[in-house]
């Protein structure tokens, strides 16, 4: 059986689900959280999730969940196998059964429980609302002559405690016309008082073909939580059982952040151009630079407050097709026929039902194939790129879902009381991966770096292009290199802003510019970075490891640095300074070249006559760009390609006090400094990595051919005898693991193969001494 997909349910961070996903725009997290900071809960037992009647039943709930603002639907009787992509809380036998858990916009981690005999399944989850943990409980039995275990409550001390669920237990007192063994069994359970019933009387569960009203679904809460619950039946959908909704209101004062975004579209640029034209100060003579980036920044962030319109991002129109007048209609109308059956239970008004039932049903599945339709039929070779990769992501993403926990582990392995404490957590993790190890030797070389920077200003770089100013023409040329749309940095200003200044703006900036160049000193807005943690498919949640930090920076920042990289790559093409091994990060290179190459010269070895054989490692660096050794970068500047003077005054400046901060969830958190590696998300860096591993081609070169892409690195040996080829690659990755030594950088041994080009296990081991 395939994966169930989910309508959009913000970014469901399942503990429930396995392979499931959103298929649409993710909303953000401010718009998610409950006006009234509340937590609410829905729960309700769908009766199957697998087929396409009871589609229509889990998109309304989503439906319901998405206006209410719920962060956790619970659900009873999937009737989901073992042999779905499904977290394993399905029934391990038989069918029908099954729970489900759908969380949202709350760190969440799963309770391990005791498997048991009886038929009672139990799923269970921990869950931080307002710095305060508690435990939920999803339960179901199915209606057979089956007593509830009378441990049934002893997964959980009750203390902040939420039991709910379908365990079919009647008794009168709680609203239902008869009595059974597990209604008594569920009253004699708890004899200690520790939980109490927030069920109303109301039935909750409506049979029409005997004519009966039970109130089957229970939930039971812990005395403290008790005054703060509210307990509420919602209308049908569609199910003979109806949804609940459970709102648990803790008075702690929270913040909820809601983010602005600007509107360029309808931004009157003109107007914008002539405030800041008119409030640039017209000096060209700069003493302060910290002084006059702020200066400039205001001018911007004023001009941009009056004329560029702002607003909220809005709620997301829903999912369910409620959007159709004809199924909205006959939605209606079943509400209020529900109504009038559950007053006079007319059997005509059954049959009546049925047919709604089955008609909205119908007309859903013509809605959604529509819909399939009129997207297959707006697909052309104009659609933008963007649109139809996310088309195939939607199509063929397969997000695993079966994990213990949706949020990040503290060191001791608690989950994250709230996003602050993440944030905190991963920005730890990002600032220790550039933590290298030195030794005694290592002191000479920081030595010399330090002092090779505080001699920059009086030194000559010996190449002009390192001594003149920008010019207008140069700043031009960069700019339309850049996609005006990327996020800005921490500075707030955007592309489209800088885009727009007018001649006086854009000396204002080329003079801040040419003043940074001349004195080797950035502003200390340019050397932070706000980080993104995405997380990796297929990868634990939990784990700080599993998300990768995508880093937002100052647009004018990357603008200087086109100016810079344009002429540091005219210094390296003219004097010959980059290898012809490395294809990475360089016009008119590509990885398809290096791909085309290694396999014409495994076909030219095997044309040859005797035949020759290719042996080849291909290796990959773990988190190379965040190992750099930077005092090691400045001494290969200065030494090996002669940049000097003001490009290694500022380039050294650049990569130095550097700071960054983990946004999660719309929280930030607190800076952490960054003490190694080039840094994230800028074009410079890129190149100067490139600058930083040269020399490795030499080493390898040696005993073997060797191709680079970056970090990515292809040794291959080719000849008739395979015992001299493998010795030869075995020598190679000796010396491999010396430059990596040096230079404190670290093979991925797990990303990292070795392969012959016919299929037979030759290899003795090759040791790439990673950790």
Known sequence: MKGIRLPNFKTVRLIGFQGARPRFRPRLTSELRSPTGSLKILQCNINGLSTPATRTKLEQLIDIANRNGVQIVALQETKLSENTNIYRTDRPYGSGGGLVFLVRDVNCKKITLPSTDSDLEVQGISITWKRRVINIFNLYHPPNQGHLPAEIFDCSDKKNTIFLGDLNAKHQSRGCSTNNDRGNDLLNADD???????????????????????????????????????????????????????????????????????????????????????????????????????????????????????????????????????????????????????LTGDREDKVELNKLNASIKQLYIKLKREAWTGLCSNTDAKTPKTKLWKLAQSLSYNQPQNMPCNTVLTSDGKAALDDKTTANVLGEFYKGVGNLEFNQNDVILKNRSKRMIHNCPTSSSGNHIFINKFTLRELNFALRAMDLRKSPG?????????????????????????????????????????????????????????????????FVCKLMERLVLARLNVHLNNNGLLPSEQYGYRKGHGAVDQILYFCQRIRDAQNKQPTNHTVAALLDMSRAFDRVWRQLLITKLHDYFSIRGRALSWISDFLWDRSIRVKYNNCLSDPFAIRQGVPQGLVLSLVLFSLYITGIEKVLAKHCEVRIFADDIIVRS??????????????????????????????NASKSLTAFSQPIDIFSTINLRSP
């Open 192 to 342: 200690d008082g520790a939980l109490s019933f927030l069920n109303s009387g109301l039935p909750t569960h409506t049979s029409f073909s005997y004519d009966t009203s039970e109130a089957l679904d229970i939930t039971l809460v812990s005395l403290e939580l008790h005054p703060h619950c509210d307990w509420d039946i919602l209308n049908s959908i569609g199910s003979n059982q109806l949804p609940i909704l459970i709102n648990v209101q803790i008075n702690r004062k929270t913040v909820t952040s809601h983010k602005k975004f600007w509107n360029f579209k309808k931004a009157n640029w003109d107007c914008f151009q002539r405030i800041t034209e008119g409030s640039f100060d017209r000096r060209t003579t700069m003493d302060n630079l910290e002084q006059e980036w702020h200066s400039f920044k205001q001018v911007i962030i004023h001009a941009s407050k009056q004329f560029i319109p702002r607003g909220n991002f809005k709620h997301l129109k829903s999912y369910f097709q409620l959007r159709d007048l004809g199924l909205r209609t006959l939605i209606l109308k079943r509400n209020a026929l529900l109504r009038k059956l559950t």
């Open 718 to 747: 080719s000849g008739s005898d395979v015992g001299e080829n493998e010795l030869k690659l075995i020598r190679a990755m000796e010396e491999a693991h010396s430059f990596a030594e040096m230079h404190k950088l670290i093979f």
């Open 490 to 554: 921490p500075d707030g200003i955007h592309g489209f802003m800088i885009g727009h200044l007018g001649p006086h703006g854009m000396q204002k900036l080329l003079d801040i510019f040419n003043f940074s160049w001349k004195i080797g000193r950035l502003p200390r807005d340019w050397k932070r970075a706000i980080i993104i943690p995405i997380l990796k498919p297929g990868k634990d949640t939990s784990t700080s490891a599993s998300h990768r930090p995508i880093a937002l920076t100052s």
